[in-house]
Nanobody
Framework: VQLQASGGGLVQAGGSLRLSCAAS????????MGWFRQAPGKEREFVAS????????YYADSVKGRFTISRDYVKNTMYLHMDNLEPEDTAVYYC?????????????????WGQGTKVTVSS
């Protein structure tokens, strides 16, 4: 079972990126999924999550209104569309599959983690 995060890169402030998280080895259509990030010298923090149906989404206050989480059940892939990026968004972004069907912001609620993709936002 593997979660492969991709789509990171270098972007100027105000720009956009779309991160992808492709699952292989099993389907996570019955699991909530989420994105977390970890900036240098800081702890991993919650970014966004989506329920198994995709009908409930949650966002950290710092990204609300700028980031959008979504999932494609056919492709077994989750996305994080990031607009109006700020230098404070610079971090390694991790995708994860939750233990349960609901969306959660708690790190311990996730059982599978991707390897991370680096996002750098220049000012």
């Amino acid at each position: 079972v593997q979660l492969q995060a991709s789509g990171g890169g270098l972007v100027q402030a105000g720009g956009s990126l779309r991160l992808s998280c492709a699952a292989s080895g099993r389907t996570f259509s019955n699991n909530g999924m989420g994105w977390f990030r970890q900036a240098p010298g800081k702890e991993r923090e919650f970014v966004a999550s989506v329920s198994w149906k995709g009908d409930n989404t949650y966002y950290a206050d710092s990204v609300k209104g700028r980031f959008t989480i979504s999932r494609d059940y056919v492709k077994n892939t989750m996305y994080l569309h990031m607009d109006n990026l700020e230098p404070e968004d610079t971090a390694v972004y991790y995708c994860a599959a939750a233990r349960r069907a609901s969306a959660t912001s708690v790190t311990s609620g996730y059982s599978y983690w991707g390897q991370g993709t680096k996002v750098t936002v220049s000012s």
